[in-house]
């Protein structure tokens, strides 16, 4: 995953805004895990990594795998920076001007760090073309998914 253009790479920012109105406390906790790690490789710097810790770190329930919690069902249910998403088998597909962008995600996680709108996420993530082994803010609209599977988990108790 790349995510190479500088256009598409968003700012730090540090007023998380959700499309609804009040982030579960248990996300705000994830979210401040993930801001404290950016820039720094966690664990061994795999993409699952980040969201095995920051789980661990707050005390969340997980199936030590690839389940993070509760299922949100995206389109009809609120998405919170704080929750964590698994992708199998997705392609995006994009254009940032005149260029086309193609990226391939056969097995990765990434937590919601924040969210611009619906379907508009900025994710956190790590083991990535762009960041490497440390932890990298980039874009995600789930309107560039064109195949694949992903599932997004609320981290719980």
Same mark, same amino acid.
């Given at each position: 995953?790349?995510?190479?253009?500088?256009?598409?790479?968003?700012?730090?920012?540090?007023?998380?805004?959700?499309?609804?109105?009040?982030?579960?406390?248990?996300?705000?906790?994830?979210?401040?895990?993930?801001?404290?790690? $950016?820039?720094?490789? &966690?664990?061994?710097?795999?993409?699952?990594? @980040? %969201?095995?810790?920051?789980?661990?770190?707050? /005390?969340? +329930?997980?199936?030590?795998?690839?389940?993070?919690?509760?299922?949100?069902?995206?389109?009809?249910?609120?998405?919170?920076?704080?929750?964590?998403?698994?992708?199998?088998?997705?392609?995006?597909?994009?254009?940032?001007?005149?260029?086309?962008?193609?990226?391939?995600?056969?097995?990765?996680?990434? $937590?919601?760090?924040? &969210?611009?709108?619906?379907?508009?996420?900025? @994710? %956190?993530?790590?083991?990535?073309?762009?960041? /490497?082994? +440390?932890?990298?803010?980039?874009?995600?609209?789930?309107?560039?998914?064109?195949?694949?599977?992903?599932?997004?988990?609320?981290?719980?108790?």
């Amino acid at each position: 995953m790349s995510f190479n253009d500088p256009e598409r790479k968003p700012e730090h920012r540090t007023n998380i805004i959700s499309e609804c109105d009040s982030i579960p406390e248990l996300n705000r906790q994830v979210i401040d895990f993930v801001t404290s790690k $950016i820039k720094k490789k &966690v664990g061994k710097g795999e993409c699952w990594d @980040l %969201a095995a810790e920051a789980l661990n770190s707050v /005390g969340a +329930k997980w199936n030590g795998q690839y389940v993070f919690g509760n299922v949100v069902h995206y389109q009809s249910e609120c998405v919170y920076p704080g929750d964590i998403m698994q992708f199998k088998g997705v392609k995006i597909h994009y254009q940032v001007g005149n260029r086309i962008y193609d990226e391939k995600m056969e097995q990765h996680t990434a $937590i919601i760090y924040e &969210v611009k709108a619906k379907g508009d996420y900025v @994710l %956190a993530h790590q083991n990535t073309s762009f960041s /490497g082994k +440390k932890v990298g803010l980039s874009p995600l609209k789930l309107s560039d998914i064109t195949r694949g599977k992903f599932t997004i988990y609320r981290p719980e108790k």
